[in-house]
């Protein structure tokens, strides 16, 4: 190997380095600011702004809960998870029969950030701590008062814009499943108390079907 391929190859190995480097570092830089972004728009009920940060599969699964709030019956509803349950039942608290058959996921999405719904985890109080990227996903410690906390913020990179997940069921469904213990009461009877405690809206129907 002569010493001028020696130098190039040193030189593009340098380049390809900080390539990678830089990238990272813009990548880290655009997750902060899709969670600036997002979290302005969160505070400030503003679900038009905030849907612009929200990623794909978090649109999907607010279509799913829509899909399930407008046909689900009393039977099929008491099979769905704690979380699922409650979320359904929420919405069917908090919007008209009407509005909802009218609503997309997009819209269902949209509606529940105006009316403060759905805070992604207490996000006003919260700012970004370690991030880690991989390819197309990101992943964001939740720092509180200085403080890390054991809730991790995605986020997933789309059309080569970063995007933050809203679906942090699983954390939320152990908390949940720990409150209704906790009460000792019925299921259901936990969970509507639960909703006349957080809504001062009376709901438009109960248990059954939309």
Not at 24 to 49: L, M, P, R, W
Not at 75 to 90: A, D, G, N, S, Y
Not at 122 to 135: Q, V
Request: proline fraction near 2%; charged fraction near 25%; aromatic fraction near 8%.
């Amino acid at each position: 190997m002569d010493e001028s391929f020696k130098k190039k190859l040193g030189i593009s190995v340098i380049i390809i380095c900080c390539s990678v480097i830089f990238s990272c570092q813009s990548d880290t830089k655009q997750v902060k600011n899709c969670f600036n972004e997002y979290k302005e728009a969160i505070i400030n009920h503003d679900g038009n702004e905030a849907i612009n940060y929200i990623d794909t599969n978090s649109k999907n699964y607010y279509s799913n809960i829509l899909e399930k709030v407008k046909d689900l019956d009393s039977f099929q509803l008491e099979q769905e998870p704690v979380l699922q349950k409650l979320t359904i039942l929420r919405i069917r608290y908090r919007f008209p029969k009407e509005e909802i058959l009218k609503m997309n996921g997009q819209t269902l999405l949209i509606s529940l950030i105006n009316k403060g719904m759905t805070n992604n985890g207490n996000i006003a109080n919260s700012t970004l701590g370690k991030i880690t990227i991989n390819n197309n996903l990101a992943k964001a410690e939740k720092i509180v008062k200085n403080k890390k906390t054991p809730i991790v913020f995605l986020f997933h990179k789309e059309n080569d814009s970063w995007k933050i997940g809203m679906n942090l069921s699983s954390v939320f469904d152990i908390v949940l499943k720990q409150m209704l213990l906790d009460s000792g009461m019925p299921e259901n009877d936990f969970l509507f108390k639960l909703l006349d405690s957080i809504s001062s809206i009376k709901p438009f129907r109960k248990f059954g079907s939309l």
